[in-house]
């Protein structure tokens, strides 16, 4: 086999020319998987809540990723301007906390909204192009409560959950169309999201070294994962040496939920 894993003169770990939607990538891992893709040759268009004007290594267009026709124009814009999405990741995601009885409808419906309605929207306005050319890759970023009960994020784990089982329908559909559908589900990552669990002094090392009182193990590792670390993975999916994997689901997590 040649570096080449595509055949399509890309390499096997570059973009050459392809277009990448990637939503959420105002901040944290969203932002450093549109540098990474960038920065090996893709055509990145980002978009978020907050647009931005500066157009760095990519663009970030505004868009709410639960607003479905909002989704769908924007894609067909970026197909218009930019050209055939080729790869689309979703890392856009919403955190709300609180003991499953507390939790306001608010908090699960806007858990849902974002983390599973959203990227069905993305996948449905991607993958149905995609799906017309025959070829397209999708990683959506989940998390590793979708496979671990975490005491206070039962909206967020179970809407994460769904959204897992979500890809890997979408992968089965999609696949004699020649797309791949995968996931990468983080643990503790140090972006704002998880700064806004640290609410105490000895939170940060709850999470490292565990913590009985919530049922966690810690990470084996050591270490709370860079947002590279997870872009890193991304990109492994998104790209041609992961040609043969489909309906996967990545644990990046420095071994927190012990893969249990
Ligand atoms: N940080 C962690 O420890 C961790 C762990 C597991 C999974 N994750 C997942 O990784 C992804 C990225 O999280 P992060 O840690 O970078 O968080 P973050 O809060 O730093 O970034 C999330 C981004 O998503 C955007 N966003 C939220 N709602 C949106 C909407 N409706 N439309 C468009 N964009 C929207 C936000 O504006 C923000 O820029 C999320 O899906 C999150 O659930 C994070």
């Not at 998987?33 to 647009?51: K, T």
């Not at 500066?54 to 924007?74: I, N, S």
């Amino acid at each position: 086999m040649t570096a080449d894993a595509g055949g399509d003169g890309s390499g096997g770990d570059g973009f050459g020319g392809r277009v990448a939607l990637v939503t959420g990538a105002a901040q944290g891992i969203g932002a450093a998987v549109a540098a990474l893709l960038a920065g090996r040759g893709a055509r990145v268009v980002g978009c978020d809540l907050r647009g931005s004007d500066t157009e760095g290594a990519f663009p970030v267009k505004e868009l709410d990723v639960t607003d479905g026709a909002a989704v769908e124009a924007l894609v067909a814009e970026v197909e218009r301007t930019v050209g055939p999405v080729d790869v689309l990741v979703n890392v856009a995601g919403v955190l709300r906390v609180g003991p499953a009885l507390e939790l306001a409808d608010d908090a699960w419906q806007h858990s849902f909204a974002v983390n599973t309605t959203g990227v069905f929207h993305t996948c449905r306005s991607v993958g149905r192009r995609m799906a017309g050319r025959g070829r397209g890759s999708i990683v959506t970023v989940g998390s590793n409560a979708a496979g671990v009960p975490r005491t206070g994020m039962a909206a967020y784990a179970a809407s994460k959950a769904a959204t897992a089982m979500f890809m890997r329908c979408l992968g089965l559909e999609l696949a004699a169309s020649g797309i791949r559908c995968n996931l990468v589900s983080p643990g503790s990552t140090d972006t704002a999201m998880q700064r806004s669990l640290w609410t105490d002094p000895g939170a940060e090392q709850r999470v490292l070294a565990g913590d009985p009182a919530s049922y966690r193990v810690g990470i084996p590792l050591g270490r709370i994962a860079d947002p590279v670390d997870v872009a890193e993975a991304v990109a492994f999916l998104a790209g041609d040496r992961a040609r043969h994997i489909t309906m996967h689901d990545l644990y990046v997590d420095g071994g927190a939920t012990l893969r249990a």
